[in-house]
């Protein structure tokens, strides 16, 4: 099992590893051929609504995060691609998000990881 590292799409560090962004929108201001990705997987994002209702505000994450887990739990097809991506070795998950502590990437993040140590 290799990593899974998340990164703002708009720092400028290299990026490595099998690539995904995690949005469910395209980054503003980013364009289709600046982002080397091996995939957009808008189908692990947060549900409109759900993303909606949380708006950033990190009082709402704890509760955000348990809503997005149980989504994620729901989207078995969306999610097995990053999780056999990190099978394989280090995979980087793209997010747009300002707040690099209160966002969906985080939560993806850490529910992969406990996937796939639930899966060995």
């Known amino acids: 099992m290799g990593p899974i590292v998340i990164q703002r799409v708009y720092d400028k560090e290299p990026v490595r590893g099998t690539v995904f962004l995690v949005d469910r ?9 600046d982002l080397r990705l091996d995939g957009w997987a808008r189908d692990v994002a947060p549900s409109s609504e759900l993303r909606l ?12 995060a348990e809503r997005y887990r149980a989504e994620l739990a729901d989207r078995p097809e969306a999610v097995r691609p990053l999780l056999d991506a990190a099978r394989k070795g280090r995979v ?6 300002k707040d690099t502590e209160h966002n969906q990437a985080v ?7 406990e996937q796939a140590a639930h899966a060995t």
Request: aromatic share 20%; net charge positive.
């Open 53 to 64: 209702w949380f708006g950033h505000r990190p009082e709402r994450f704890e509760a955000f």
């Open 92 to 97: 980087t998950l793209l997010y747009g998000a």
């Open 25 to 33: 929108m395209w980054p503003r201001g980013i364009r289709k051929d």
């Open 107 to 113: 939560v993806l993040r850490d529910w992969l990881e």
